[in-house]
């Protein structure tokens, strides 16, 4: 394998509703004279897709019903949010103290419908996930490739927690123009693989995290040297359906 590069997108501005990620993007790219050869693909994080948007609720415009008012009874967060936890679901999973799993309406299982309130400067609001984050992917990849005439894969990355174990971690929630699965059949010994297959754009977006610290706003990271496999396919097939999950 060749060498991977990582490559901080550091100097993007701001993110307002209505701002032009793509052009932002490669404005910054020749801003910092990055060239975009060879084998390419950009992990952005959903925020400032979430923002570009305007993915913002108001939070005092909530109508609560009874039952946000009784998991806000069980959780002790407000009835606001729970109210926007519960319209963005489509299920609960697990509530107690402090915490509401959900399996939200993109089908990621995730902590409040995968709903942020930090990083932030909207006092009485909170940000919801894109709406439709592989098409925001698309979108992305096709505006790049009309300004730069390059193909780029796109994976648009979330935080999300893992059962039994702490901590959070980069995954996709949205991706185009990389196969999302890598299938493994035999091992270097040339034994039979059985159910060996590896979610790429998770391990891609993991990865790209490492740079994407909370507290000093990396919103995009560029990607170079990884041999990925172009693809239609997006990040929806790496939800399990219900016959295919053994815990339900």
């Given at each position: 394998m060749?060498k991977?590069?990582?490559?901080?997108?550091?100097?993007i501005p701001?993110?307002?509703?209505?701002?032009?990620?793509?052009?932002l993007i490669?404005?910054?790219?020749?801003?910092k004279k990055?060239t975009?050869s060879g084998?390419?693909?950009?992990v952005?994080a959903h925020?400032?897709?979430?923002?570009?948007?305007n993915?913002?609720?108001?939070l005092?415009s909530q109508?609560?019903?009874?039952?946000?008012e009784?998991l806000?009874?069980k959780t002790?967060?407000?009835?606001?949010?729970?109210?926007?936890?519960?319209?963005?679901?489509?299920?609960?999973?697990k509530?107690k103290?402090?915490v509401?799993?959900?399996?939200?309406?993109?089908?990621?299982?995730?902590?409040n419908?995968g709903?942020?309130?930090?990083n932030?400067?909207e006092?009485?609001?909170?940000?919801?996930?894109p709406?439709?984050?592989n098409?925001?992917a698309?979108r992305?990849?096709?505006?790049?490739?009309k300004?730069?005439k390059k193909?780029?894969?796109?994976?648009?990355?979330?935080?999300?927690?893992?059962?039994?174990?702490?901590?959070?971690?980069?995954?996709?929630?949205g991706s185009?123009g990389?196969?999302?699965?890598?299938?493994y059949?035999?091992?270097i010994?040339?034994n039979?693989?059985y159910?060996?297959?590896?979610p790429?754009?998770?391990e891609?977006?993991?990865a790209?995290g490492?740079?994407?610290?909370?507290d000093?706003g990396?919103?995009?990271?560029l990607?170079?040297?990884y041999?990925?496999?172009n693809?239609?396919k997006?990040?929806?097939?790496l939800?399990?359906?219900?016959?295919n999950?053994i815990?339900?």
């Open positions: 060749k991977v590069e990582l490559i901080p997108l550091e100097g701001k993110i307002k509703p209505g701002d032009n990620i793509p052009s490669t404005s910054t790219l020749r801003r990055i975009l084998n390419v693909l950009i952005i925020k400032i897709i979430s923002i570009s948007e993915r913002f609720v108001s005092s109508k609560v019903s009874k039952k946000a009784l806000s009874q002790g967060k407000s009835k606001e949010i729970c109210q926007l936890i519960l319209d963005n679901s489509t299920r609960v999973i509530s103290k402090g509401i799993i959900t399996e939200n309406k993109l089908g990621v299982i995730t902590a419908a709903i942020d309130q930090s932030i400067d006092k009485d609001a909170a940000l919801l996930l709406f439709n984050p098409a925001s698309k992305i990849s096709k505006a790049i490739y300004e730069t193909d780029i894969a796109i994976i648009i990355s979330d935080s999300i927690g893992r059962p039994w174990r702490y901590g959070l971690t980069q995954i996709s929630i185009y990389i196969l999302p699965i890598k299938k059949k035999k091992d010994f040339k039979p693989l159910d060996t297959d590896i790429i754009v998770d891609i977006a993991s790209a490492i740079l994407m610290e909370k000093i990396i919103p995009v990271v990607i170079k040297g041999n990925y496999s693809s239609n997006n990040s929806s097939v939800l399990r359906s219900d016959k999950d815990f339900k």
